[in-house]
């Protein structure tokens, strides 16, 4: 076992022969939006998305689906495997079945094995001091799902998000192997504050985000500024809060958006300083045109 | 791919280089019992159980959890860990994480990664002709289950089923190595029924099953002829109904012993009759006390 489950990493890595380690990993949500196919689509991304964020390529994937059975239209159950099976074969894997289970309410995800070569996979705790911090797609999903579930923000307003969720990491990925990439991870539900201290856990570095650089959905910011808060992120905030310092300081931007649980986030690389600003436009030129140096690494003063 | 979605197998098998192929699975259970602990070994029993039912040898596994945040002891989350954790170690694998999702009511299992020689594995669809069908659990862990939910079966009278459901099937698959296997599944949600028609479904075989040999749990027999019927039992019913012949030729058996649905069941193996004595023997020397002869492979004449 190369990564287990004592680091908080995005997935586990397991070497299997010399040469090749497996990355195995899950992951399963609620729906985000109404349409079957795209929920598919973005529950399929957001599971992959733990293998690029190791560096690796998904191979196999297994269906988890859970339903009610009295409540749901059989047509949408299979619009949710079209859209997962449409994303996996972009991400060049197969799916092997899938298991399905009694449910209140509709969750779907999908079980991923991705492979990579061991002395090549990103972890998520090596970053280096000095590096610059990029960040591969705006945050705000978690409060705008919210928002889309509650009050039916407009689908306009709501579409790029939903684009964003549907855009597998697979391509910023395949960009940052031209690059010296010293550690990854993806942003997801733990948000930018959680999954940030994920990368400077295990060593005696700090992350410095500037706030006005981290690339965000502008409707999020709309509703975190009408106080729109959601039990994730109050969850996140509770449980990064006593590590972060700084946000007094903060004017003129909401700091729920560090808080807020990505669904299908973006990568969070760390790299040389140097090379972030060639790294930030490959990045957009893959199309992830929100592409943003955020912050650097720094010596922890602790 | 060497098994896809599309045979009803038991996990999916998909050769990553010559000579080594990799099993996946996934499955998901509601609690089973009131012990986590115990709860915690069943469904880690029942998710290894498709890879031993592919002749393979587990690997690596993630936990996947769905609970009510409200409403759980974070003791009892520990101890379900903890358990599955027990049988994960007496498979020879490491669990590498997990994942975790709100759900209104609590489930747990685990996506698991075995491997198995290529040309090795045993898949459901390849009986032969003139076959000894062995079984290797006792039937009617579903209706004992309800019943010990909803009216509170004694613990001593359960616990012979819980034994059951918590034994892997480890031990059976290493004892019919040394036979010359031809097909095998394990018997779970679709019960016997179910998972007997997935082995002949690929053949013009048919299965020829001797209710009076199937072995059961008498408690299960019980409340099955006190009229309790689960609504698993009804579905597996319904779907397969229309391709079982004789069901109106069965006295002193309850017919539903046929569509209960099974966690954590046994194996059910196809292999040449000559040498089926001498397996049951090997089984039972194995643990598995009940194992039995069910029946034989016959032409379908259909």
Request: hydrophobic share 40%; with cysteine; aromatic share 6%.
């Amino acid at each position: 076992m190369l990564v287990g489950a004592d680091t908080s990493d995005d997935a586990a890595v397991y070497q299997i022969i010399p040469g090749l380690a497996l990355i195995s990993t899950v992951d399963i949500i609620s729906p985000v939006c109404n349409d079957p196919y795209l929920f598919g689509q973005i529950a399929a991304v957001n599971a992959l998305s733990d293998v690029y964020a190791m560096g690796g390529s998904p191979i196999l994937a297994l269906n988890i689906c859970a339903f009610p059975v009295s409540n749901i239209d059989k047509k949408d159950l299979s619009k949710i495997l079209e859209g997962a099976a449409s994303k996996v074969e972009e991400a060049g894997a197969v799916i092997g079945g899938g298991h399905s289970i009694k449910d209140q309410e509709l969750k779907f995800g999908l079980s991923v094995i991705g492979t990579v070569h061991p002395l090549q996979f990103w972890r998520n705790n090596t970053p280096q001091v000095k590096d610059a911090l990029i960040l591969t797609k705006p945050l705000g999903t978690g409060v705008a799902i919210t928002a889309y579930k509650k009050e039916h923000i407009s689908e306009d307003k709501f579409e790029p998000i939903l684009r964003s969720m549907a855009t597998l990491n697979k391509y910023a990925a395949a960009s940052l192997r031209d690059f010296d990439v010293h550690a990854v991870t993806d942003v997801t539900g733990f948000g930018l504050a959680g999954h940030g201290l994920g990368l400077a856990q295990s060593s005696d570095l700090a992350l410095k985000i500037r706030l006005n650089l981290v690339p965000t959905f502008e409707v999020s910011i709309d509703y975190m500024n009408k106080g729109l808060r959601i039990g994730g992120t109050l969850g996140n905030e509770m449980s990064t809060l006593e590590k972060i310092k700084g946000l007094e300081n903060i004017k003129n931007h909401p700091k729920d958006i560090l808080f807020d649980p990505q669904t299908s986030g973006g990568l969070l690389v760390s790299l040389p300083s140097k090379q972030a600003s060639e790294a930030v436009e490959a990045l957009k030129k893959a199309g992830y045109a929100h592409t943003s140096v955020i912050g650097e690494v720094i010596k922890s003063k602790a």
